[in-house]
């Protein structure tokens, strides 16, 4: 029972969170992953550095609005700038068509005070409405102006939406519910691909935020709401009261930012990121010294641009940051496999001699791969403890991993030829002795096949880790997607595909050497 013993003690450390953390001076800014959000967030947690003396933690890019929402609601995050739009159909599940924005602000303010705890402070002072967008050619060869103007041509367009925009209340299937759409060459991708569909003319039309950097850079045309069905989405910082009743500044310092962005300076804000490849830092900061609401003596936030020439010179700036995405990445697996490892393959031995129990462990651990690993990782949020941080991706990777070694470790046992068993109990070995000599040596490869394949595994799924801001490979990954920078999605796509080359080929080596010599 040792390793189960050392897996519990390892999982205490890696698992638990720490208690001095909690009695920092601290709050977390979160965004969702698009790049307004992170320019926002950043927007309020420089200003928050600048002018409290409480420390903020970023948990930026973590996924759509149930994500973020949740770890705001079970206290993983203290801020975020949300959309009232989103908080009327999404989160508070209202049919009706909204009605004028200071009447869904002041709805939606009383409303999350109410159930959630929550508050809204003053809105930023622009709306980022969605919007559906058709090629111009397109729009002028049909002659499409309005949404209304898209039955006539159902059978002849093509379209791409956002994965949330296709499964949201306020998109897709509200549009085609309040419009009696038939729209027939449909399909769901990421926001940034979506995009770059419409460019290369894969589809005609996407979903668009009409503050939408990219709208300066494609030729479409956004078409009239003309049965007016997208409510107003005024964008504002939304907090927990919690958070305010204990650092009660920040109430007045955050409505500093009250109405000083407008729908025209959001778009320049969002081109300079997205086509000029300054940082989400960088360009949050310069908003905030023009405005006056910190000084250029302000202490300036490091961060690599994403411009540059080559992809050569790009990975070479990106090294240092590379390599501690890299550094967390290994911890994130390592501590998820050594976990599985000292947990499934006693399991896995247990198993051997408990017959009518091995297929519904062995199903169990199935069906948990069945899960989507975005889904497990979001159901991670609400659990005390865990939430928006490694925990809850080292938890998630634990699970994945549980499968190939518990039926491996199972099936390598089971395997071992009957004759020998015979043979070693003839000699007079205990049971023990034999599993220890003769059955687990001899199990060796086939132990090790499924903790190759857990591993690989691992390192493939931690990219996800990013959605939920516990670090990795993932997050430029995901940062390249929302930019549609291939630049970015490259440098992390290609380290964790030699990350796991590299742990595949590193545990082939102790494969050889643990087998036993013939």
């Known amino acids: 029972m040792r390793p189960f013993r050392i897996a519990f003690i390892l999982a205490f450390l890696i698992l638990t969170p720490g208690l001095s953390a909690q009695q920092q001076k601290t709050v977390t800014v979160g965004s969702k992953t698009f790049t307004e959000s992170r320019v926002l967030a950043e927007v309020i947690a420089q200003l928050i550095e600048a002018r409290t003396d409480i420390t903020v933690v970023r948990k930026l890019g973590l996924g759509g609005t149930t994500v973020i929402f949740t770890a705001l609601e079970k206290g993983q995050a203290d801020i975020y700038p949300e959309y009232t739009g989103t908080a009327w159909s999404v989160i508070l599940g209202r049919k009706d068509v909204g009605p004028t924005a200071l009447e869904t602000y002041v709805t939606v303010k009383d409303e999350f005070e109410k159930k959630y ?240 129990i091995s297929s519904y462990v062995i199903g169990a651990t199935g069906v948990i791969q069945t899960i989507p690993s975005l889904a497990l990782l979001a159901l991670m949020i609400p659990i005390p403890g865990f939430g928006l941080s490694m925990r809850s991706a080292i938890t998630a990777l634990f699970l994945y991993a549980l499968l190939p070694i518990v039926r491996n470790t199972y099936t390598g046992i089971r395997e071992v030829d009957a004759e020998l068993i015979e043979a070693a109990k003839g000699m007079g070995l205990e049971d023990r002795q034999i599993l220890w000599n003769v059955q687990l040596p001899l199990a060796i490869p086939t132990i090790m096949a499924g903790v190759r394949t857990a591993a690989v595994i691992s390192v493939g799924v931690a990219t996800l880790a990013a959605f939920i801001g516990a670090g990795g490979l993932g997050e430029p990954i995901l940062t390249g997607l929302e930019l549609n920078e291939p630049r970015l999605i490259l440098a992390g796509a290609i380290p964790a595909a030699l990350l796991a080359l590299s742990v595949d080929g590193l545990l082939g080596i102790a494969d050889r050497l643990l087998a036993p010599t013939r």
């Not at 002028?140 to 093509?158: E, F, G, P, V």
């Not at 009743?245 to 109405?259: A, D, I, T």
């Not at 300079?272 to 000084?295: C, H, K, N, Q």
């Open 117 to 356: 705890g929550l508050t809204w402070l003053e809105p930023f002072g622009f709306s980022n409405s969605y919007a559906v967008a058709i090629r111009e050619d397109t729009a002028k060869r049909l002659n499409i102006t309005r949404i209304s103007d898209l039955n006539a041509h159902a059978d002849d367009l093509t379209a791409a939406w956002s994965l949330e925009f296709l499964n949201r209340e306020d998109g897709l299937p509200g549009l085609r519910s309040h419009y009696g759409l038939r729209l027939s060459g449909t399909r769901g991708m990421e926001h940034g691909l979506a995009y770059e569909a419409v460019r290369t003319g894969k589809a005609d039309m996407t979903d668009a935020y009409t503050t939408d950097g990219k709208l300066f850079k494609y030729p479409l045309r956004i078409l009239e709401d003309d049965k007016n069905f997208f409510p107003p989405y005024d964008c504002a910082p939304l907090v927990r009261l919690e958070t305010l009743q204990r650092y009660p500044e920040l109430e007045s310092v955050l409505n500093e930012l009250g109405f000083r962005i407008s729908a025209k300076k959001m778009q320049e804000l969002n081109y300079e990121v997205e086509e000029s490849g300054r940082p989400y830092a960088e360009v949050a900061r310069s908003f905030l010294v023009d405005e006056g609401l910190i000084g250029k003596e302000a202490e300036p936030v490091h961060s690599i641009s994403i411009g540059g020439d080559s992809l050569g010179a790009f990975i070479v700036a990106r090294i240092p940051v590379t390599a501690k995405l890299i550094g967390e990445h290994l911890f994130l697996t390592a501590s998820a496999v050594i976990l599985a490892i000292l947990i499934a393959v006693p399991l896995g031995i247990y198993l051997t001699s408990h017959e009518r």
